[in-house]
């Protein structure tokens, strides 16, 4: 997988991860700060009706910051169309 200039992963660290046995992988991605140490996450299954936006709210306390959920998140496409049940990473910052 190649990382494209002016994409939103361009200066960041990709982290493979295969989802299930002979499957496609999924990236996973890792910023790298120097004084942030181990990066932590936890899972949330998306719910029909929340928003990223929201998530990052109840998560972060700031609406603002829903990108790096999105992030963490690659294999969502569409932001505004997450079909319910979908276990998302949502990064400890």
């Not at 991605?29 to 929201?54: A, K, M, P, Q």
């Not at 306390?61 to 969502?76: F, G, K, T």
């Amino acid at each position: 997988m190649g990382i494209f200039q002016g994409s939103r992963y361009e200066y960041s660290v990709i982290d493979f991860v295969s989802v299930k046995e002979d499957s496609d992988s999924n990236p996973i991605v890792f910023y790298e700060f120097e004084d942030l140490g181990s990066f932590n996450y936890i899972e949330h299954t998306y719910v029909s009706g929340e928003r990223l936006d929201t998530l990052a709210h109840l998560y972060y306390r700031r609406s603002d910051l829903w990108w790096i959920i999105l992030d963490y998140n690659p294999e969502i496409t569409d932001p505004q169309n997450i079909k319910p049940g979908t276990v998302l990473r949502i990064p400890r910052v």
